[in-house]
């Protein structure tokens, strides 16, 4: 298997919207990538940029450390099983159909029905006759049968009812393991990206904002968003909502990806940003990218830790921004 | 400071000026649509194979006649110089003169475009006044299944009238109306009963397709989530109905009504000619059968003109009544 | 295929299939038959009337008229028929054109066809008619050119439906060129509309011929077809009508055969809603009874059904209590927003809803009312206290109101506020949900709103009047989980101010487990659990609860073992299985729950209820 990597990658929609932007994010070589954030964050666009559903309008997205070309070694599973497989075609036919050319094509397809935990004398069904669950299991089989470098998956699980959910989880945790795939699994769910992940990138407003092994990100996440992402995720048991935020944020409207905020994109929504605390006056001008390498997980947050090693001699920048801007 | 991040993030997310956007959007496409159309009754002449003024004069016309015609015409300018000769004239209001005739096009379309205005009109009003309530009561009516076979009844009523041309139908409303029973009369245009039968031959198809249209709209409407919203708030019906379904349903079906314009526009051509309708309908097709190009020409561009304004029309409207489609067409 | 041959079994289908084979065969067969007749000129018999002979008369060369209906047949249908393909390929052509040519050319087959699509075929016709020259070749290639926009259009919208699936994605992901791309997957599955709209649209083509033959742009002589034959005797109307009447008749049976073929087909293969006959047999209203009175809500044996028939809710009961807030959790297909439509009496026929007792604040809201004005006193009990929440604030607006004044309506209505006062309330209310510059945003359509704050202004709406119970179904599932939070929290504030009792709908029992004192749990249009929200974590003793419990991953799932699953899937409401619904999943299924149905005894309705002890074993007994 191979590593995944993108390089500046920004992808626009007409002029006015730009769904990616500037995005660097490494797929390690037989790891598995989870991305989460909110609809309309770009992760589902940065899935298509990958297996070229789209053009990136600047950046490039490398496979191995080579550009990729026209069929590539990319497969993605999407979210809508219902949508996902041709209904005027067999499940058969849609499988083989991926296969590279030469393959011996029978035996490959119900190889892949077995290994997905399908009987394989499905093989000459529509796809009309399959519930959702087992329609996402051909379409993790279609993915196979390309022989893929790298998968992607694409908020496959919600669509599903719940009591399914857990069956295609394992089956791509099992398949994961096994074929040592390298993957980007995308999900808006933060306890099912928990649960496939190695390592967790958070994205908001079309850019990565937090990206780290995942046990680190989860267990110490640096970034506000982050947190709030959390904070409301359900955990065991709990009988309560968590208590409420800052009361001046709490009610904040997600931003709008046609007109970004400048500087830091959360400061409209951040508990310990400028709304709450009137001397962070730089989130409002200064975009926290710039200096993300030299903070803990590559956090896209002024007041996030540094990295020991990386801030050396110099103080962090932000301390020094402070100074100015006061 | 504060406040400020507030009202910017807050801004509504539309465009600053939605109908600026949307007048200009729509008046490039109508430039646009002017300029196809006015090019292709251009290029109609020189798309005829072989030599459009020997066609109309006849194999047995001098070839001194024909070449004197064809020099009057233009045509042995090179092509370019045709357009723009053509486009020149079209400014000025100069359509040619008809080959037939001698009379200048704009007079003839002057004197015969008002007969055929009135018609299209006065059926596009017969045809909506009973469509479009025809076609809500009956959405009303057999909402959800209810009333199956007065359904059934309407429905295919509704789509044997829309199968019937309107020439069809004029030769029919003739024959039972003028000829049997002596109602109205069989042809021509005078007095308010020489209208009744003309019209009512272009209305019937329209307006049986529009009912159809506005039931099916209507019904699609009450499935909406928002129907169900009014509900949830206890309106009573006569509110639901008049208030939420109403607007929305209408909306839908104008696009279509103005479809059925355009057509009303077009089978003015067929009807004139069953009543004798003293119309540009009857002057396109004898035109036509003559070879009389320029009259063609400047026919054509009339019929099309009107189509246009039509579209314009109808869009104007959407814009008016659904907020979001000035954003939304493109 | 066998869809269209279920299609031509009904009345409709078989009388349509039936004419449109008796005029195929027709033409096929006249001319060989009757060509003899038809031509046969009889200077003695000009233009007579009917005779036994003649049995529609005779034309000015004394040629019998009814044998010329029969043969012109051939003519007027294959022309017709010829048109029809020029229309369908050139049509085909153009409107698939951008899944071929890609995005630049596409674009440009895109604009030719929507400025073609606005001019009318007739003028189209026309057109080309001058072009291609008068004559049956020149009407045949006007009538198909002109044909050919629409039929575009049609191509162009169905490709663009198919297009956007995920399937197509797939396949360019997996290398699949372009022409593979439309042979395969794109054609495949626009092919019912397109030929059903082929269908109607020779019928279409057939009176646009004999409208061009009419006025003498089509078949000359002295070839025949019945535009022809009627344009050249409605001069002589009066004298001899049979002959101008025979051909029209003629038109319209032949177009009407293709016509309602279409449209026999195309109400088959769309989807039918079941049609049954719609009554309304809800027996007298019962009062209410009077010992629960602080109770908001009573329900009791709820039963949902629809023709089929189906019930998909089947003697569901519960009783809210004032400031209580009760969860709802199942499944797709479990019953549970159709227990809150019905609750909210928004169940539309033929859906029918039963209950031994359904009443709201001691009202009963089920059966016919003696007195009109009862009628009207619900309806403003339900207007001013009952406050619905829908799952897609998207669509739950209308979307050509402003946001103010759809808050506003049900006030003017029910507490006979002014405009101008309602106005002022809703602006209060949406403050009251927390919308930020709420007098602005009360003059804003829907689509000015964001998901979360649409949600705001719906329960605003709801507290626009003195609400005792909110019914809230799958608010949030619409919403990303930050903004979720923000409206659970809202709804619990409401609960806390003004002591109103909710009923929260939700798929997610972590959601439902946060804000609600009381769960509910549903399954095949049954509660099979109900338990206070607290006990959920370790109490839970249907085996169905904590299979739920068990799948949903949350922060705290160990990471070594694998998510616990329930085999199988949930069940069709349509078929429902004897005994418990859930045994064919449940890991403790006996016999007897194979056979005998359990009833709610004791907040559980299962025959081998869990205890707490066994809850780890159900954990790992699972694959």
């Known amino acids: 298997m191979s590593e995944l990597r993108f390089e500046g990658v920004t992808v626009r929609y007409g002029r006015a919207l730009t769904a990616v932007d500037g995005v660097d994010l490494t797929v390690p070589s037989g790891q598995v990538v989870g991305l989460v954030g909110e609809s309309g964050s770009g992760k589902s666009t940065l899935a298509r940029a990958a297996v070229g559903l789209v053009e990136p309008a600047s950046g490039q997205i490398l496979l191995d450390g080579s550009p990729l070309h026209s069929r590539r070694p990319l497969q993605m599973v999407f979210q809508d099983p219902y949508s996902s497989l041709d209904p005027r075609m067999t499940i058969g036919d849609s499988i083989a159909e991926a296969m590279p050319r030469g393959a011996r094509r029978r035996d490959e397809v119900v190889r892949l029905l077995e290994l997905v935990e399908l009987d394989a004398d499905r093989v000459s069904a529509y796809p009309g006759a399959l519930s959702g669950g087992q329609r996402q299991r051909v379409a993790i089989a279609r993915a196979l049968a390309g022989k893929p470098e790298v998968l992607i998956a694409d908020e496959i699980t919600s669509a599903l009812d719940v009591s399914i959910q857990g069956t295609v989880l394992n089956l791509v945790r099992t398949l994961q393991r096994e074929l040592q795939l390298s993957m980007l699994f995308i999900s808006h769910n933060l306890a099912v990206v928990r649960y496939v992940s190695d390592i967790v990138a958070v994205m908001y407003l079309g850019r990565i904002v937090e990206v780290g092994p995942a046990r680190d990100v989860l267990g110490n996440p640096q970034h506000p968003y982050t947190k709030e992402l959390l904070a409301a995720a359900p955990r065991r048991g709990s009988t309560s909502l968590p208590p409420p935020d800052e009361a001046l944020v709490a009610d904040a409207e997600p931003a709008d990806p046609h007109h970004p905020p400048a500087g830091c994109r959360f400061h409209p929504r951040c508990p310990i940003g400028p709304l709450i605390r009137t001397d962070r006056e730089h989130c409002l001008t200064l975009d926290p990218t710039a200096e993300a390498d030299h903070r803990l997980h590559r956090a896209a947050c002024h007041h996030a830790a540094g990295v020991l090693r990386a801030v050396g001699s110099n103080p962090p920048v932000h301390l020094q921004l402070k100074e100015d801007s006061q | ?330 | ?623």
Request: hydrophobic share 50%; with cysteine.
């Open chain 3, 1 to 623: 295929m066998r869809r269209w041959m279920a299609v031509l079994r009904t009345p409709v289908g078989t009388g349509a299939g039936l004419l449109l084979l008796g005029v195929l065969l027709l033409a096929v067969f006249a001319p060989i038959l009757w060509s003899h007749q038809a031509n046969a000129i009889d200077t003695d018999h000009l233009l007579q009337g009917t005779s036994a002979d003649h049995w529609l008369g005779t034309d000015n060369l004394g040629r019998d008229i009814f044998y010329r209906v029969l043969v012109a047949s051939r003519t007027s249908i294959l022309l017709a028929l010829l048109a029809t393909s020029i229309a369908v390929v050139t049509g085909l052509a153009l409107g698939s054109a951008p899944a071929i040519l890609g995005k630049r050319g596409g674009r440009v087959a895109t604009a030719v066809v929507n400025i073609a699509v606005a001019f009318p075929g007739l003028l189209l016709a026309l057109f080309f008619a001058v072009v291609f020259g008068v004559g049956a070749k020149g009407a045949v290639l006007a009538i198909g050119f002109a044909g050919a926009p629409s039929f575009a259009r049609l191509t162009q919208t169905l490709v663009a439906g198919v297009a956007e699936r995920d399937f197509i994605a797939a396949a360019r992901i997996a290398g699949v060129g372009r022409f593979r791309m439309l042979v395969r997957h794109i054609l495949p599955n626009i092919a019912e509309p397109l030929v059903v709209n082929a269908t109607i649209g020779a019928g279409g083509t057939l009176l646009a011929f004999a409208g061009l033959s009419f006025i003498g742009l089509g078949v000359q002589p002295p070839a025949y077809d019945w535009g022809r034959m009627l344009g050249e005797s409605l001069s002589g109307i009066y004298v001899h009508p049979a002959a101008a009447l025979a051909p029209g008749v003629a038109v319209v049976i032949a177009g009407l055969a293709f016509n309602l073929f279409g449209e026999a087909v195309a109400k088959g293969l769309g989807a039918q809603v079941p049609r049954a006959r719609w009554t309304d047999r809800t027996p007298e209203a019962t009062p209410a009874r009077e010992d629960d009175s602080d109770a908001v809500l009573v329900v009791e044996d709820l039963h949902v059904s629809f023709p089929g028939p189906v019930t998909p809710v089947r003697g569901v009961s519960f009783t809210i209590h004032k400031g209580e807030i009760v969860g709802v959790v199942g499944e797709s297909g479990s019953g549970k927003s159709l227990t809150a439509l019905a609750v909210a009496q928004l169940i539309e026929p033929p859906g029918q809803v039963r209950a031994a007792e359904l009443s709201f604040l001691g009202a009963p809201l089920l059966g016919r009312l003696p007195v009109r004005s009862t009628a009207a006193v619900r309806r403003r009990l339900l207007g001013t206290s009952f406050a619905m929440v829908f799952q897609d604030p998207m669509t739950s607006f209308n979307p050509t109101k402003r946001i103010g004044v759809q808050l506003a309506e049900g006030a003017r209505e029910h507490q006979g506020l002014t405009r101008r006062a309602a106005m002022d309330r809703a602006i209060d209310r949406l403050r009251a949900v927390r919308v930020p510059a709420a007098e602005r945003r009360a003059r804003q359509y829907p689509h000015e709103f964001s998901g979360g704050m649409r949600q705001r202004a719906m329960i605003g709406m709801g507290l626009m009047g003195a609400p005792a119970l909110i019914v809230a179904d799958e608010p949030t599932t619409a919403l990303d989980v930050t903004v979720q939070r923000q409206v659970l929290r809202l709804l619990e504030t409401i609960r806390t101010e003004d002591d109103v009792a909710v009923l929260l709908i939700s798929h997610d029992i972590s959601v439902v487990a946060q804000i609600c004192d009381r769960v509910l749990v549903m399954y095949a249009g049954r509660v099979v659990e109900d338990l206070p929200s607290t006990e959920l974590a370790t109490g839970a003793r249907h085996p169905y609860t904590r299979a739920l419990l068990a799948a949903v991953p949350d922060l705290d799932t160990a990471l070594d073992e694998p998510l616990a699953v329930i085999p199988g899937r949930p069940v069709d409401p349509a078929r429902l299985p004897e005994g418990c619904a859930f045994a064919a999943r449940c890991a403790f299924a006996s016999d007897r729950c194979r056979l005998e149905d359990p009833v709610l005894i004791d907040q559980v309705a299962c025959w081998h209820p869990q205890a707490q002890a066994e809850y780890s074993n159900f954990r790992t007994g699972q694959r």
């Open chain 2, 1 to 330: 400071m504060t406040t400020q991040v507030t009202t910017a993030v807050n801004a509504p997310t539309l465009n600053a000026h939605p109908w600026l956007g949307f007048a200009v959007r729509r008046l490039g496409r109508l430039v646009g649509s002017v300029l196809i159309l006015v090019s292709a009754a251009f290029l109609m002449i020189h798309l005829i194979p072989g030599d459009p003024v020997r066609g109309a004069l006849g194999p047995a016309a001098a070839q001194s006649l024909v070449d004197a015609q064809r020099a009057s015409l233009g045509l042995d300018d090179p092509l370019w110089q045709q357009y723009l000769d053509f486009l020149h004239h079209l400014v000025t209001g100069n359509l040619g003169t008809s080959i037939t005739t001698g009379l200048p096009v704009s007079d003839v379309i002057r004197d015969r475009l008002p007969a055929t205005v009135e018609l299209a009109v006065a059926a596009f009003l017969v045809a909506v006044l009973i469509a479009v309530p025809l076609g809500l009561a009956m959405g009303v009516l057999t909402r959800g299944g209810r009333r199956p076979r007065a359904e059934l009844g309407f429905t295919s009523t509704a789509v044997v009238l829309a199968a019937i041309p309107e020439f069809l139908l004029a030769v029919g409303l003739v024959y039972v109306f003028a000829v049997t029973l002596h109602w109205f009369p069989v042809a021509g245009r005078g007095n308010v009963a020489s209208y009744v039968l003309p019209v009512l031959s272009l209305a019937v198809g329209p307006a049986a397709v529009l009912a159809r249209i506005c039931r099916v709209e209507l019904l699609a409407v009450l499935q909406t989530d928002y129907l169900r919203t009014a509900r949830a708030k206890r309106l009573p019906a006569a509110a639901i109905y008049l208030r939420h379904a109403l607007p929305n349903a209408v909306t839908a079906t104008i696009t279509l009504g103005g479809l059925l314009l355009g057509g009303m526009v077009a089978g003015t051509v067929l009807v004139e000619n069953v009543f004798g309708w003293p119309g540009l309908g009857s002057t396109i097709v004898s035109s036509i059968i003559a070879k009389d190009y320029p009259l063609v020409q400047g026919v054509v561009l009339v019929y099309g003109v009107g189509v246009l304004l039509v579209n314009l029309a109808v869009d104007v409207t959407l814009a008016l009544l659904d907020p979001r489609s000035t954003i939304r067409e493109s």
